[in-house]
């Protein structure tokens, strides 16, 4: 797939949301194109923005600043826009970026549509609100059975047990023993790291990584990084 590709439709009950669908790549050479479609919903009064992301294989950060630069105006307008279907490799980036602290983000179109309508039905904010994280409890240790005094105990057998204690792990332990030790790692590495030996190879698609950090509320990298230096 080469260069980009941009097309809008509408959605909702009123048809009052405007999804813009993007396929190819968003950079420098690029992101005119997307910068006129979106400029052009704005102009029209159309301030309910779904931008789906699910055949775009890169985003630079001239591509990034069109939303940065627009979001302000957008919820000024009692508006918002929000992204869906981004691939591993650019959520990688837009989570080091550390844009998920003002744009949401989805898993499917739909799961956007219904939260701008159930936002809207409920009479609250459509826009994303940004508040400072509470620490989570701290992982529990982990802690090996003691072995007899007659019995000396080698690194070797330490690392193994260690390893067992790992395996046994429900995989909300798993997740958060990871995030204890590497706070920096997002989603994606957090699934490679799962289904390592040391975790007993288990594997998860990264959209389920993604849920359950969301359960955990370490899906922020500030939160994980909370986490990992709490005591």
């Given at each position: 797939m080469e260069g980009i590709q941009v097309s809008t439709e509408v959605s909702g009950g009123r048809n009052h949301i405007s999804i813009i669908k993007v396929g190819g790549y968003i950079d420098t050479t690029t992101s005119s194109e997307l910068e006129r479609a979106l400029n052009s919903l704005l102009k029209q009064g159309r301030f309910f923005i779904i931008v789906d992301l699910g055949n775009v294989d890169y985003i630079s950060s001239a591509g990034w600043g069109i939303f940065i630069s627009e979001i302000?105006?957008?919820?000024?307008?009692?508006?918002?826009?929000?992204?869906?279907?981004?691939?591993?490799?650019?959520?990688?980036?837009?989570?080091?970026?550390?844009?998920?602290?003002?744009?949401?983000?989805?898993?499917?179109?739909?799961?956007?549509?219904?939260?701008?309508?159930?936002?809207?039905?409920?009479?609250?904010?459509?826009?994303?609100?940004?508040?400072?994280?509470?620490?989570?409890?701290?992982v529990e240790e982990?802690?090996?059975?003691?072995?007899?005094?007659?019995?000396?105990?080698?690194?070797?057998?330490?690392?193994?047990?260690?390893?067992?204690?790992?395996?046994?792990m429900t995989l909300q332990d798993k997740i958060k023993n990871i995030v204890k030790e590497n706070p920096e790692f997002g989603s994606l590495k957090i699934k490679r790291e799962l289904n390592t030996a040391r975790y007993g190879f288990t594997r998860i698609g990264w959209f389920a990584v993604r849920s359950e950090l969301a359960k955990l509320k370490l899906n922020k990298r500030n939160k994980r990084y909370e986490f990992a230096t709490s005591a």
């Open positions: 302000k105006s957008i919820r000024e307008n009692g508006g918002d826009l929000k992204l869906v279907r981004m691939v591993p490799d650019v959520y990688e980036i837009f989570e080091l970026l550390e844009f998920h602290h003002i744009l949401d983000v989805y898993d499917k179109v739909e799961d956007a549509v219904n939260k701008f309508e159930s936002s809207e039905a409920a009479g609250e904010p459509v826009a994303k609100e940004i508040s400072l994280p509470k620490a989570d409890e701290p982990v802690v090996a059975a003691p072995r007899p005094a007659t019995e000396p105990v080698t690194s070797d057998v330490v690392e193994t047990t260690q390893q067992i204690s790992l395996n046994d």
